[in-house]
């Protein structure tokens, strides 16, 4: 059975539903060309947080699009509302699996018939997210970085996605200040994560057997390629935990990957030396920060 795409985007809000980290960034994407984003979230403090974050960056945001023109945030703790009339409905919930399958049964109940639903997951393809899904032609992976600084999204089919859902997609983005790159084949970590995995790993073997530092890594990083800052000091920003999540969800699904660089994240993260969040990482001058 075909699905019918949404017209009249223009003039139809856009819904986030999860307003965190990635849910407010996503939405003040949104409001670059004068429409209308509703954000839901169970929780007011979230809420909150993302009117403000929206306020904060908006005007400079709208300057980095062409024809920007600032738009508006509503905010609330009905789902069903924040899905009235939308022509996207984009989930930014927290990364579990059960989570994202409640969530996704909810928003093809809720939407209208059109809306195309998105996650922004960045380890989970939609195609795990849809048992409770009756139209999965209208389900797509949009997986965002950090906007507004990275306007990179990745989009990518749940194996069942209408291709026209691309289409628009990759159409319609640019008009936000996106960026937007189909990733042809589904595929763990979509076309830049997993390219970037794979540098974090080959940096982490040659420290794990020896070769080098953390340090040097870094410096001839930088010196080499004319930008900074290196692996090491990006991974104690995200959190050595989270980088190890990563890495094993990796390993899971690609038997084979050296265990180096598990092992050595794992040492660091049983030291409590996460990185920035806890004063200590790789490097050890984060303390004042
Ligand atoms: P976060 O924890 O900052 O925000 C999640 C929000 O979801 C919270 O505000 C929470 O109140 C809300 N929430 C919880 N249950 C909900 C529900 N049932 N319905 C609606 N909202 C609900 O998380 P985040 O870092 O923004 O990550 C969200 C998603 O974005 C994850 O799938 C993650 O993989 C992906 N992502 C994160 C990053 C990143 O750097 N943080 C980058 C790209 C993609």
């Not at 400079?60 to 508006?72: E, H, I, M, N, P």
């Not at 939407?111 to 922004?120: P, R």
Request: with cysteine.
């Amino acid at each position: 059975m075909g699905i019918t795409l949404p017209q009249n985007i223009q003039s139809r809000p856009v819904t986030v539903v999860g307003g965190g980290t990635l849910g407010s960034r996503i939405a003040l994407m949104f409001t670059t060309q004068g429409g209308k984003v509703r954000l839901y979230d169970p929780s007011e403090e979230a809420r909150q947080h993302a009117v403000d974050f929206v306020a904060e960056n908006s005007a400079d945001t709208v300057a980095l699009v062409d024809g920007g023109v600032a738009g508006s945030l509503e905010t609330g703790d009905d789902l069903a509302e924040a899905l009235k009339g939308s022509w996207l409905a984009v989930e930014a919930v927290p990364e579990h699996l059960d989570l994202k399958k409640k969530v996704f049964g909810q928003l093809d109940e809720l939407s209208e018939n059109d809306t195309i639903l998105a996650s922004n997951s960045s380890s989970y393809p939609t195609s795990s997210m849809i048992d409770n899904v009756a139209t999965p032609e209208r389900v797509v992976n949009m997986h965002f970085y950090m906007p507004p600084a990275v306007r990179v999204v990745e989009l990518m089919s749940d194996g069942q996605t209408d291709q026209r859902v691309l289409d628009l997609l990759l159409d319609t983005l640019p008009g936000y200040g996106l960026y937007p790159f189909e990733a042809y084949k589904q595929s763990t970590g979509f076309i830049f994560n997993r390219i970037w995995a794979a540098i974090k790993r080959e940096c982490l073997s040659v420290v794990a057997e020896g070769v080098s530092t953390p340090q040097d890594v870094d410096r001839i990083w930088e010196l080499a390629l004319g930008t900074g800052p290196g692996p090491f000091r990006l991974m104690d920003q995200v959190g050595l935990d989270v980088v190890l999540d990563i890495e094993n969800h990796y390993a899971k699904e690609r038997p084979g990957l050296p265990e180096g660089p598990r092992k050595l994240l794992r040492r660091y993260v049983d030291e409590g030396r996460l990185g920035v969040k806890s004063g200590r990482g790789f490097y050890d001058d984060y303390r004042d920060n």
